[in-house]
């Protein structure tokens, strides 16, 4: 059971390119978000999805694009990366918490981004 | 809007010590309450999580008990070890399954 896979682990870009973090779970789980982490700031939502076809704005949506055609996938993407996107980004999946109270978030290992 | 605030690290220990790290929340409705950690150079790790008010949440020897009365969840563990020092961080849930976390308070812990 591979839970919450993030791709790649690490990476450097150059101002201007693009790119796309890729994050994949395998138990059929409704929800999905992405998060990034700053020094001193916590982690902070950037954009999630609800269900395939479904996704929408965190606090930190800006500069960030997603799409949500599997329930699996839940990429995203960076359209032109900037030094203020250099972060570490996780990925998470649930099912509804609300449902069972013995649910939980599963993160993925994360992504250390630079952008230089 | 819902929002977490924890206090300010690092805090440092010396083994065996008793850990308080405080946490107080502002959400709408009636959310449920998680306190993650992360080990240096990890990702983040569910420690304990608590879903109605006085839910205690227990595991590794951290407690954290949901206060509805003082919109508290803070986390405690009577003695602490080396291989506690990590960031800890306290978050919320509610509506579609999103986390609102605090900033993180980092614990180091010294033999």
């Known amino acids: 059971n591979a839970g919450v896979t993030q791709t790649p682990k690490f990476q450097v870009l150059k101002t201007g390119q693009s790119m796309t973090l890729q994050c994949a779970q395998d138990?059929?789980?409704?929800?999905m978000s992405w998060y990034r982490q700053d020094p001193g700031m916590g982690l902070r939502l950037i954009h999630y999805s609800v269900g395939a076809g479904i996704t929408d704005q965190g606090e930190v949506p800006n500069g960030y694009n997603v799409s949500r055609s599997t329930t699996e996938d839940f990429p995203l993407r960076l359209l032109s990366a900037a030094p203020s996107q250099t972060s570490v980004y996780f990925c998470?999946?649930?099912?509804?918490?609300?449902?069972?109270?013995?649910?939980?978030?599963?993160f993925g290992e994360g992504s250390w981004l630079t952008v230089v | 809007g819902n929002s977490v605030t924890q206090m300010e690290g690092p805090v440092t220990l010396s083994e065996e010590a008793f850990l308080t790290i405080n946490c107080t929340y502002t959400?709408?409705?009636?959310?449920?309450l998680f306190w993650y950690v992360q080990y240096p150079g990890e990702g983040l790790q569910l420690l304990l999580k608590a879903t109605k008010a006085d839910d205690k949440g227990s595991n590794k020897g951290f407690e954290a008990t949901y206060r509805k009365e003082t919109t508290s969840f803070h986390l405690e563990k009577g003695s602490v070890q080396v291989s506690d020092s990590a960031v800890y961080f306290c978050a919320l849930i509610t509506g579609y399954s999103t986390l609102t976390f605090g900033k993180g308070t980092m614990l180091l812990v010294s033999p």
């Open positions: 959400a709408t409705g009636y959310p449920s």
């Open positions: 998470a999946s649930s099912s509804n918490l609300r449902r069972a109270s013995g649910n939980t978030i599963y």
């Open positions: 138990m059929n789980h409704e929800y």
